[in-house]
């Protein structure tokens, strides 16, 4: 089980897929470079606080990560990400409010949540705001360095994203990486449901 969940969290590269549509609930599939499932998220649609679990499969029966936020409203709302196993905090994000109107930014928090790192829309973020259609891309920037890289793929029936983590190098927990990755498509599915 153990060497299971270290190659969960071990890989360079994933897969991220959501049906198009769905009912009661965001769902993904996050496949490793293999093809093998790693990851299993169900975001519920209708709850007054972003607190969604990361399962080891499509069962929901083994939690590995929690993704919480600290505060039910807000501008600039704090979200922790926890080991569901050891209760460890794994790191947090704050969303940057205002600039995520025009462009999704998240800061990455250190232990004392000051911010080491900005997860963001890249290109063309303010014109996909008015044409959805458009593909999407996000980076993930820490020291000033891009550590990994978050693109939208096309495809037709189903909504598949691409995560590159090959030039993070340890500076990031992919761990923290592939729920901010989570919370960057839920905003998403938010602004496509309007």
Not at 55 to 63: L, P, Q, V
Not at 128 to 143: A, D, I, M, T, Y
């Amino acid at each position: 089980m153990a060497n299971l969940m270290t190659s969960r969290f071990a890989q360079q590269r994933y897969t991220i897929r959501r049906p198009f549509l769905t009912l009661f609930g965001r769902k993904f599939h996050v496949y490793g470079a293999d093809g093998q499932q790693v990851l299993f998220v169900k975001h519920k649609i209708f709850s007054l606080k972003d607190e969604w679990s990361m399962f080891s499969d499509d069962s929901e029966k083994t939690a590995l990560l929690r993704v919480k936020a600290r505060t039910l409203m807000g501008m600039n709302i704090v979200t922790d990400v926890v080991d569901a196993a050891t209760d460890e905090k794994v790191g947090a994000v704050r969303n940057q409010g205002l600039k995520s109107l025009f462009k999704d930014t998240w800061e990455i928090l250190d232990d004392a949540d000051q911010p080491k790192g900005k997860f963001s829309e890249d290109s063309n973020a303010l014109l996909r705001r008015f044409l959805p259609f458009l593909l999407g891309h996000w980076k993930l920037e820490v020291g000033g360095v891009v550590v990994a890289k978050l693109d939208q793929n096309f495809k037709l029936f189903t909504k598949e994203f691409t995560l590159d983590l090959s030039m993070a190098a340890g500076r990031v927990d992919t761990r923290l990486v592939l729920a901010l990755s989570m919370l960057a498509l839920m905003r998403e599915i938010a602004r496509e449901a309007r």
